[in-house]
């Protein structure tokens, strides 16, 4: 497909999981993209991939913690005006910590809440000018099954993913007259970096039986992170041009 020749798009959290997937699955489809991620060894993997796909010359890679200021306001311009623009903004950065709710410490909250929903803030307030000068732009922000449904230990990140679902709805419709497109993907039951540690994170005394409902019902298992990067591709595209101020939930009927 080449739905998205010559768009300008800037993808956070591109080093690993379904931000990696995205990258590749948007130059797969003609895009330029930059993308951004603390973790620069995983940065360079993805590089490497998209080398043995031919895609590279395509693709540029900066070191940015989403959670300072400072570093937003200055990498998020720098990477539209080093694309001549930006279309298309995907938030796919975020972390997860896990802890039984009354032993959560407030760093942990704050910190969580700190890369997830400000993070996803930050780089939206820093990338809204680039955007909105195209006329069409597009925000693709990144929730959790957890935002709607219960996910026990996760307290903070459900609050944060939550939050990041009211956000997008309301830069959805502050924006829609300037032709902005907001959508938050809602993935669940996605093999990714997060989901792939989230039981080295978890209490040692943790209740398996309260994760009995958390399995895909499509499949034998949690499912590559390509399928969630079809769909951002997609919203990228204008086959995605009627889609916004909504979630789009991708958990493999994990929850019916």
């Not at 311009?77 to 910590?97: F, I, K, S, Y």
């Not at 890369?115 to 809204?128: C, E, K, M, S």
């Not at 943790?206 to 499912?223: I, V």
Request: with cysteine.
């Amino acid at each position: 497909m080449d739905r998205l020749n010559g768009k300008r798009v800037l993808v956070t959290g591109g080093a690993s999981g379904i931000g990696r997937a995205s990258v590749l699955r948007l130059l797969d489809e003609g895009a330029r993209v930059l993308t951004t991620d603390i973790d620069e060894a995983g940065l360079k993997e993805t590089a490497r991939l998209a080398a043995e796909a031919g895609t590279c010359d395509r693709l540029g890679t900066l070191p940015l913690d989403i959670a300072a200021e400072d570093a937003v306001d200055f990498t998020v311009p720098a990477c539209a005006e080093q694309l001549g623009g930006l279309d298309v903004l995907v938030n796919a950065a975020g972390t997860l910590h896990a802890a039984r709710t009354h032993e959560c410490s407030l760093e942990l909250w704050n910190r969580i809440l700190a890369v997830n929903l400000t993070g996803t803030f930050l780089v939206t307030r820093a990338a809204l000018p680039a955007l909105l000068a195209t006329g069409n732009g597009v925000v693709i922000n990144f929730s959790s099954t957890s935002a709607n449904f219960a996910h026990p230990y996760m307290a903070a990140y459900a609050a944060s993913k939550g939050g990041i679902q009211s956000f997008t709805h309301a830069i959805a419709l502050e924006y829609a007259k300037q032709g902005l497109r907001a959508v938050s993907l809602v993935p669940g039951g996605i093999r990714s970096g997060i989901t792939e540690t989230t039981a080295d994170k978890l209490p040692a005394d943790t209740d398996w039986d309260l994760f009995t409902k958390l399995s895909p019902a499509l499949g034998s298992g949690f499912a590559p992170p390509e399928h969630v990067a079809g769909v951002v591709a997609m919203l990228a595209s204008d086959d995605g041009a009627f889609i916004t101020g909504t979630e789009i939930r991708v958990d493999g009927g994990t929850h019916q």
